[in-house]
Nanobody
Framework: QVQLVESGGGLVQAGDSLRLSCAASGNTFSINTMGWYRQAPGKQREFVAA???????NYADSVKGRFTISRDNAKNTVYLQMNSLKPEDTAVYYCYVVHNDRYVAWGQGTQVTVSS
């Protein structure tokens, strides 16, 4: 099992930056991918960014050029640096990991609110 604890959400103004963190514990040696989804009110959860063990990353088109995902493998932590935030980025952000190539674990979510 892998457990995830997120931090870093908050209320900011449009154009500001935030950095989210997600620390994994438990069977961290089995982690293949770490990443982020988000869910806005009344909408389905959507993919934001992912980082794979081989070093590759990918992003949703809506955040490319503004968000950066990174990992500190020594700390089993994944970060999401969010720049040039927009009101439409307002959502609950969920960290996730894929471990043992097939299991998915989720964090509890952290609220990000961007005011215009």
């Amino acid at each position: 099992q892998v457990q995830l604890v997120e931090s870093g959400g908050g209320l900011v103004q449009a154009g500001d930056s935030l950095r989210l963190s997600c620390a994994a514990s438990g069977n961290t040696f089995s982690i293949n991918t770490m990443g982020w989804y988000r869910q806005a009110p009344g909408k389905q959860r959507e993919f934001v960014a992912a980082s794979r063990n081989a070093g590759s990353t990918n992003y949703a088109d809506s955040v490319k050029g503004r968000f950066t995902i990174s990992r500190d493998n020594a700390k089993n932590t994944v970060y999401l640096q969010m720049n040039s935030l927009k009101p439409e980025d307002t959502a609950v952000y969920y960290c996730y990991v894929v471990h043992n190539d097939r299991y998915v674990a989720w964090g509890q979510g952290t609220q990000v609110t961007v005011s215009s």
